[in-house]
């Protein structure tokens, strides 16, 4: 089978959804099992097993195409596996819809393309705060009536520093803005699992820190997955608690950052530094 983007959901999809969503914290768990994508005769992703534990960042590296998003993307179910499953809190999610996959607690940063591009980042982020909450439209209780979740929702704009911007609408910020309102989308859905691809790419040096300063304090719940794709090894070797390396597709290393970076099949895949030889 080749790889193509998730169909709907049906109410089986929905129910076990809801099982998920009552399993306790200390059940929280992610794997792959076996997970491949072919795309014809190109296979993307092959036999990618490997756990997720709360209370660990896992940064996932690679050299260009090897497969990294594209793993990312068969976890949170914007691509369909050609074989092997996604398990979450102890629950076969594979064949559920990106959507179900969200609801049941993957989050994955969102595109603007994704978004109300015309509304503004205060509008973006209430409505995430309000789909977390599960409330919908009442005409007997406006939105500014829930004082709760507009504090909630000032409290990540804050925190995201765009709290001067809140009156912005989300087409006109700036690219690195634009990746802050996506972690602030994330964080108000509220997920068990944050998965961030590239959170600093196109980000001026003055931005960064306030993306990694996030992702660090995200890191102080132990009951969080967090899964990050970078490739800037700075970075890496700042916040992950365990580096799992891609490389054509397979896992090929998996450990801690100083273990993983210093082996040999790493220094040569990624670092593209020759067997025998230390990288500067």
């Not at 993307?73 to 629950?91: D, M």
């Not at 691809?197 to 300063?213: I, R, Y």
Request: glycine content about 8%; some cysteine.
């Amino acid at each position: 089978m080749d790889g193509r983007v998730k169909p709907g959901h049906d109410d089986g999809e929905a129910e076990r959804v809801e099982i998920i969503l009552r399993q306790r914290p200390m059940t929280l768990s992610l794997e792959t099992r076996d997970l491949t994508i072919r795309f014809g005769g190109h296979v993307a992703v092959n036999g990618v097993s490997c756990s997720f534990r709360p209370g660990e960042l896992t940064a996932i590296v690679g050299p260009n195409g090897a497969g990294k998003t594209t793993y990312f993307n068969l976890i949170s179910g914007q691509l369909t596996a050609s074989t092997g499953e996604v398990w979450l809190a102890g629950r076969n999610i594979t064949a559920m819809s990106a959507p179900l996959r969200t609801r049941a607690g993957l989050g994955r940063a969102f595109q603007l393309t994704n978004l109300f591009p015309n509304l503004s980042v205060e509008e973006n982020v209430r409505l995430a705060v309000q789909a977390a909450a599960g409330v919908h439209y009442d005409m007997l209780r406006p939105w500014m009536r829930r004082t709760d979740l507009i504090a909630r929702a000032d409290a990540i704009l804050d925190g995201v520093a765009l709290g001067a911007r809140r009156r912005v609408a989300a087409t006109a910020l700036s690219h690195g803005d634009q990746r802050k309102l996506e972690v602030a989308l994330m964080m108000a859905l509220e997920p068990k699992v944050f998965m961030f691809d590239e959170p600093t790419a196109g980000m001026s040096v003055d931005e960064v820190p306030v993306v990694l300063d996030l992702i660090a304090r995200l890191k102080q719940d132990p009951t969080k997955i967090i899964l990050l794709v970078e490739h800037k090894m700075d970075v890496v070797r700042s916040l992950a608690d365990r580096i799992i390396v891609l490389h054509n597709g397979q896992l090929v290393a998996d450990g801690k950052p100083a273990e993983v970076i210093a082996s040999p099949v790493v220094q040569e895949a990624y670092l593209g530094v020759a067997r025998g030889k230390t990288a500067a």
